[in-house]
């Protein structure tokens, strides 16, 4: 079992960053694919970036997040970040670290995968951006 926490989470005005972090604890070895999801209130969880556990290939984002997001690891193989820059208010929702010990690298730098395919949750943080 792999243990996620994030934090960073907070309020922001448009146009500004926030720098969100995942620290993860337990079989992390195990791990092949990481993830970062967002949801808002009736919506469907949205996955915005995810890339392959450590491994050196681009990461995949949504359409939504391409060009001001960016996912990455850290050097311990214990932790994933998301560096978000020029937030809009499209932007707020409940951000969600995922990782997943039952996918292949090889499907995790292929296609850009779904809630389903992770089995492994934080508790989520809150991003408010302002406008």
């Known amino acids: 079992q792999v243990r996620l926490e994030e934090s960073g989470g907070g309020s922001v005005q448009a146009g500004g960053s926030l720098r969100l972090a995942c620290a993860a604890s337990?079989?992390?070895?195990?791990?092949?694919?990481l993830s970062w999801f967002r949801q808002v209130p009736g919506k469907e969880r949205e996955g915005v970036a995810q890339i392959s556990a450590r491994g050196d290939e681009p990461a995949i984002y949504a359409d939504s997040v391409k060009g001001r997001f960016t996912i990455s690891q850290g050097n311990a193989n214990n932790a994933v970040y998301l560096q978000m820059d020029r937030l809009g208010p499209e932007d707020t929702a409940v951000y969600f670290c995922?990782?997943?010990?039952?996918?292949?690298?090889?499907?995790?730098?292929?296609?850009?995968?779904?809630?389903?395919?992770?089995?492994?949750w934080g508790q989520g943080t809150q991003v408010t951006v302002s406008s």
């Open positions: 995922a990782a997943s010990t039952v996918v292949s690298r090889v499907t995790c730098r292929a296609t850009h995968l779904g809630s389903g395919r992770f089995n492994n």
């Open positions: 337990g079989s992390t070895t195990s791990v092949t694919c």
